[in-house]
T-cell receptor, first 109, second 114 residues
Framework: DQQVKQNSPSLSVQEGRISILNCDYTNSMFDYFLWYKKYPAEGPTFLISISSIKDKNEDGRFTVFLNKSAKHLSLHIVPSQPGDSAVYFCAAVGDKLIFGTGTRLQVFP | DGGITQSPKYLFRKEGQNVTLSCEQNLNHDAMYWYRQDPGQGLRLIYYSQIVNDFQKGDIAEGYSVSREKKESFPLTVTSAQKNPTAFYLC?????????????FGPGTRLTVL
């Protein structure tokens, strides 16, 4: 039973354009969401978070949007850079941290 | 420098042998976690510990054991009972009692069982 889903396993975007990574969840009791970025053979690093009382949180080139009625959140990266190429995990805070399966983003020149 | 260390980065073992992965943190975090990552899958929780001398099973604890004798250390033993031990193992820690459960991850250990 996958409570947090990232339905796109991969995404390819040209440098300078917008990258949009999506995440869906099933449990309306989740009250906090996080995005992590992971390079190969390294541990994930925290990127940005959002509380369920908000619908948007912005940090530089990264913006996370939350649509509670649709149980959907998305991460926007603008403008995308080659160094953004990594796997991105969304995670929901319940009684523990529940991770999605990840989306591999590739930003090409 | 505060952080989480995992060693070694790569580990090879023969089938049927137990192996222990180390995880040390100097962040003064109360909670520590072990995850396993397989290709195309998210991070799956193996064990977690919220306080010294106490730990709980995660979603895939079978074939694994842990100990938490010190706040800084949370070693994971992969036993011969684990049917498919080859994977990338990640250790994490977090401040207990924080409003949200942001976890800080170590660099990971890739275990290959031959």
């Amino acid at each position: 039973d996958q409570q947090v889903k990232q339905n796109s396993p991969s995404l390819s975007v040209q440098e300078g354009r917008i990258s949009i990574l999506n995440c869906d969840y099933t449990n309306s009791m989740f009250d906090y969401f996080l995005w992590y970025k992971k390079y190969p053979a390294e541990g994930p690093t925290f990127l940005i978070s959002i509380s369920s009382i908000k619908d948007k949180n912005e940090d530089g080139r990264f913006t996370v949007f939350l649509n509670k009625s649709a149980k959907h959140l998305s991460l926007h990266i603008v403008p995308s850079q080659p160094g953004d190429s990594a796997v991105y995990f969304c995670a929901a805070v319940g009684d523990k941290l529940i991770f999605g399966t990840g989306t591999r983003l590739q930003v090409f020149p | 420098d505060g952080g989480i260390t995992q060693s070694p980065k790569y580990l090879f073992r023969k089938e049927g042998q137990n192996v222990t992965l180390s995880c040390e943190q100097n962040l003064n975090h109360d909670a520590m976690y072990w995850y396993r990552q397989d290709p195309g899958q998210g991070l799956r929780l193996i064990y977690y510990s919220q306080i010294v001398n106490d730990f709980q099973k995660g979603d895939i604890a079978e074939g694994y054991s842990v100990s938490r004798e010190k706040k800084e250390s949370f070693p994971l033993t992969v036993t011969s009972a684990q049917k498919n031990p080859t994977a990338f193992y990640l250790c994490a820690s977090s401040i207990q009692g924080s409003d949200y459960n942001e976890q800080f991850f170590g660099p990971g250990t890739r275990l290959t069982v031959l």
